[in-house]
């Protein structure tokens, strides 16, 4: 089992930054997987970034690449999402993720625990 606990978001204005965070327990941290989905109202659930256990790779979607950066620290069982130059159309409810393998996938249903969820809101 592995819990995740979110923090971080808020409202901001287009431009600025914002860095979400995602502490787990349960499992060995540096054992699997941490991805960060995002779902605005009225559509499906997205993967935005993620980074495998083994902290070689990350994955961006094509929308994010160049602004938002992750990265994780096992020392502390914590993922982070930083957020550069903010759009308006990044406003959704972002979710971090877990498998229970050590790769990276796109998919939701690819992923097995979930973090409870934190608005971020970007203004124009």
């Known amino acids: 089992q592995v819990q995740l606990v979110q923090s971080g978001g808020g409202l901001v204005q287009a431009g600025d930054s914002l860095r979400l965070s995602c502490a787990a327990s349960?499992?060995?941290?540096?054992?699997?997987?941490v991805g960060w989905f995002r779902q605005a109202p009225g559509k499906e659930r997205e993967g935005v970034s993620c980074?495998?256990?083994?902290?070689?790779?990350?994955d961006y979607a094509d929308s994010v690449k160049g602004r938002f950066t992750i990265s994780r620290d096992n020392a502390k069982n914590t993922v982070y999402l930083q957020m550069d130059s903010l759009k308006p159309e990044d406003t959704a409810v972002y979710y971090c993720?877990?498998?229970?393998?050590?790769?990276?996938?796109?998919?939701?249903?690819?992923?097995?625990?979930w973090g409870q969820g934190t608005q971020v809101t970007v203004s124009s």
């Open positions: 980074i495998s256990a083994t902290d070689i790779s990350t």
């Open positions: 993720a877990a498998p229970k393998g050590m790769n990276c996938a796109q998919w939701v249903w690819w992923y097995d625990y």
């Open positions: 349960g499992r060995t941290f540096s054992s699997y997987a």
